[in-house]
């Protein structure tokens, strides 16, 4: 395997995993309450619209000779107003992130092992000092471990396939609760949330800038058709019956699968976190670990006495708040970098203002969802 085919899988393992993750265990639990077409109109609709504001981000990482995370990128070209108001949706969406894959984690690692959910805070504990020794190694340890996880994805994607698709019962799929229309879209859009990856995919990708465009297509795409897909066979196998954790109604090897699925997106979004405070905040490693490792751990731990606080309800109030506010942001971003581009960029997407239009409609939609919610 050559270096730039190597390159090209790793950005790609990186952005992938950081997309399937908590958010895939979730969807087919609010699709059944809605209805799966809804949800895939959703998938698409929303798919889409970051598919596009990834692209943006790419562009703005090829027009910008220094790294940055996202946060950074707002400092930059928006000022450091809308710097800091970045900043707090980026850590306030990946620390909502975190927690939930402790939540799932720790549910996960207790149903398949005592076939109940009374450890689960214990596991989430255990499972998030695991991942706070990954993360101390960095970008490095990224690469190593984030392509085994995304491999098992795709073993196990087809596993499913092999042995469910002949159980899907087709009678599922006719449901629709327009009364709930606004359930699948906090957790959708959390689902599909990956732009804090596009600044660790320019890391990785190094001096081959020409493979940005090409691996945030490819990776955006294969997220959006696993999900229709990982819907479709849970959904179509237990109905109205699936669980809040999808993989806990298909056996124990795809809770695993859930395992590994939260494990990459853990480490791809932990890791892009700590390059936030160590780039753009300019904290030591020592600080950046430690509020990327052991803060989330603390926040699980005080959620954990809340019911209110399940594992649908985390991703969609980190969906809603921080993926429509790093999406917005991210449009106004690009829309400076274009003016005060610092290096000629491998390929340049046109900014439209419907777009800003339709997100920030989207983002409002979210808002008054949760507030339901609430």
Known sequence: ????????????????GTCIGAGMLGIPYVTAKTGFWISVAYLILIGGLVLLVNLYLGETALRTKQNHQLTGYAKKYLGKRWGKVMN???????????????????NSLSFLLFNNLNYSLIFGIVFGIFMSFLLWKGTSSL?????????????????IFILFIGKVDYSNFNNFNFSNFLIPLGVILFALSSESAIPVVSVVIGKEKDLMKKVIFTSSIFSV??????????????????????????????????????????????NALEENFQFDDRFKK????????LIPILIYVL??????????????IGGIISGGILSILSLFIIKNA????????????????????????????????????F
């Open 143 to 159: 690469k190593k471990y984030e392509k085994y996880g995304v491999l098992a994805i795709f073993l196990l994607l087809s596993l």
């Open 286 to 293: 020592s600080k950046s670990w430690f509020f990327v490792s």
């Open 338 to 373: 274009k003016k005060k581009s610092e290096r000629q960029p491998e390929y340049s997407v046109p900014i439209n203002w419907g777009i800003v239009i339709i997100m920030s409609l989207i983002f409002l939609a979210g808002a008054f969802s949760l507030f339901l919610k």
């Open 303 to 316: 959620v954990s006495f809340f019911p209110f606080f399940s594992f649908t309800k985390i991703l969609s």
């Open 225 to 270: 058709i696993f999900y229709i897909l990982f819907t479709f066979i849970v959904l179509g196998f237990k109905g109205g019956s699936t669980p809040e954790i999808a993989t806990f109604a298909l056996g124990s090897v795809f809770v695993v699968l859930g395992i590994f699925t939260m494990f990459t997106s853990h480490f791809s979004l932990g």
């Open 1 to 16: 395997m050559n270096q730039r085919t190597k390159k090209y899988l790793q950005a790609s393992s990186v952005l992938i």
């Open 88 to 106: 707090i949706a980026f850590i306030f969406g990946i620390y909502s992130a975190i927690v939930a894959y402790l939540v799932g984690v720790g």
